[in-house]
């Protein structure tokens, strides 16, 4: 689990989404359309409040986020501790130093950042190095020495820092960052849950399970970043089904790494893959184990990989509706993350020994593509239809 793209790129390589699809077992059998999902999700909880699935938990978040862009709260009212962030030379050194690490380890990201106003650019920075931090905590050189309490320690920093108690330069950085923009912290938090399930879980017996692990580690990051990359003024899409958008690409990328990275998950005793669907396609955890490609296993791929991608179509529909100056480094996430599914295809499925990886060239490549896309806003949908590859 590795390094990250923002808007709904995981910190984890193996570890970064949300979902709208079709949720619960079966082969693909019982997806649907995302707005369809929801709709029935929402009215299923209104009928049983006790008995909800992960998306009516996660669409709650959901609501709450959309509430605060509506309002267009571009500064909280903090209560303590305001005078840590008003020194300008150490708040801009500790955006620049923000800015070296993304560099570092997300450098197509970066790139595209750059194209973004210096604003928008350093807030994106700041949450890119919190969210590397965290999944540093448990993948990480000291990531065996991390504990529940740890990781307790880590959330009570995180309140502090949304206080306007910053502990150091980084958290400086974004503590003056959700100052401005209308960020939630229970983005922060759920993320955090997330590395506390990777501490005690390995198996998810069913999608359902699977996604909210998904949204803990990667969603979360789209709710994050959606209110500082901005949503264009022309837009005529409602705020929820932007960060929805923003959700389905996280479960994208997700998805996605999670199977590239079978193989290397399964020598560390973890099976980031639905139980019950393994089952239904005559596959056990021993298959995964051994490592065989056979029919069953490709099959069961192709169906894995069909999910994704469809996560990946009903986020292009978002894309274009974010501020103009924030759309190139989504799109190339997107299309670079999109093209490791095709790099599992040309392997003939083989994700236990051989790692799909996208070369420098087609990534290359990918960059004037994203750009092109990019330049298509909410008023161009139809253009947009031409320009796809």
């Keep these: 689990m590795s390094g990250v793209l923002l808007w709904v790129v995981c910190p984890k390589g193996n570890a970064a989404a949300a ?31 006790v008995a909800r699935t992960s998306e009516e938990r996660v669409y709650e978040v959901v609501l709450k986020q959309a509430a605060l862009v509506r309002e267009q709260r571009k500064e909280r009212e903090k209560a ?52 590397r931090r965290t999944d540093e905590l448990v993948d990480g050189p000291n990531a065996s020495h991390i504990t529940p309490k740890a990781l307790d320690r880590w959330e009570q920093r995180l309140n502090d820092l949304f206080e306007g108690r910053p502990y150091d330069m980084y958290d400086a950085a ?28 390995s198996r ?3 999608f359902d399970e699977l996604y909210l692990y998904c949204y803990y580690v990667a969603g979360t990051v789209g709710l994050m970043s959606v209110p ?70 490709r099959s069961f791929m192709k169906d894995q990989i069909k999910r994704a991608r469809m996560f990946f179509d009903e986020a292009e529909k978002g894309v274009v509706e974010l501020n103009a100056a924030s759309r190139w480094p989504v799109w190339a996430s997107l299309l670079l993350y999109k093209q490791i599914l095709d790099a599992i295809e040309a392997n003939d499925y083989n994700n236990f020994t051989r790692r799909a990886y996208v070369g420098k060239t087609k990534k290359l490549v990918s960059l004037p593509i994203a750009y092109g896309r990019a330049l298509v806003g909410p008023t161009s949908t139809k253009v947009a239809e031409l320009t796809r590859i």
């Excluded at 759920?190 to 990777?198: A, N, S, V």
């Design 228 to 297: 500082v990359m901005g949503i264009a003024p022309e837009s005529k899409a409602s705020t929820e089904s932007v960060y929805n958008a923003a959700l389905a690409l996280g479960i994208a990328n997700q998805l996605t790494n999670i199977l590239r990275d079978v193989g290397e998950d399964a020598r560390r005793g973890r099976i980031y893959l639905p139980q019950d669907e393994l089952v239904q396609a005559g596959l056990s955890d021993e298959d995964i184990f051994r490592g065989q490609v056979t029919d069953k296993w």
């Design 204 to 206: 998810y017996k069913n």
């Design 174 to 201: 974004l503590a003056h960052t959700v100052s401005k923009y209308p960020v939630d912290i229970q983005p922060f938090k759920d993320m955090i849950e997330g590395m506390r399930l990777d501490l005690k879980k």
């Design 80 to 131: 303590a501790g305001t005078d840590g962030l008003s020194n300008w030379d150490l708040l801009n050194e500790a955006y620049d130093r923000c800015g070296e690490v993304c560099a570092e380890y997300a450098k197509t990201f970066y790139l595209g950042t750059l194209l973004m106003t210096p604003e928008r650019r350093r807030a994106v920075w700041a949450i890119y190095v919190w969210c």
């Design 19 to 49: 979902s709208l699809l079709g949720l619960g077992g079966g082969k693909l059998g019982r997806q649907q359309r995302p707005g369809r999902v929801r709709v029935a999700a929402m009215s299923s909880a209104v009928a049983n409040p």
